[in-house]
């Protein structure tokens, strides 16, 4: 599941889905590990980062406490799969601009795993869209969201 997910569904996306894209509390954290326990499976998650900093968008701070919290709580998170880190930057028209924030997300992912937490993978950087993905995989992307490139652009309903 890629997307905000507030709190109160954390049970249903956990029953629903085998991966959350976008852990941006450990309140949320915790949420969805007691429901992933209590369904008897794992959880693969990755920590969204709010890169830009934009106050409409979720996502974890870079260098806040809440970052740190996640990560000092992974191994008491017993069935969350702690697997990286996922961004959705500032919309700009022109690709390369992007660059900065990709590179954000790289440099805080290899500050994370020179760290070597327990219950923390740092294999996935989950950054890239259809409109700037070339620039996110040149910057170190492994996940890129391409819908609009392969289904085309929305109809506005």
Known sequence: MIGHLQTNKAAKAAELFSAVDSVDSLKLAEKLDAAARASNKKLQVLIEINVGGEEAKSGVALGSPELEALLTAAPRLAVLEFRG???????????????????????????????????????????????????????????????????????NV
């Open 85 to 155: 880190l996922m961004t959705v930057p500032p919309f700009i028209e022109d690709p390369e601009a992007a660059r900065t924030h990709f590179r954000k997300l790289r440099a805080l992912r290899d500050q994370i795993a020179a760290r070597k937490l327990p219950a923390i993978s740092m294999e996935t950087l989950s950054m890239g869209m259809s409109h700037d993905f070339v620039v996110a995989i040149e910057e170190g992307s492994t996940c890129v969201r391409i819908g609009t490139a392969i289904f085309g652009e929305r109809e």
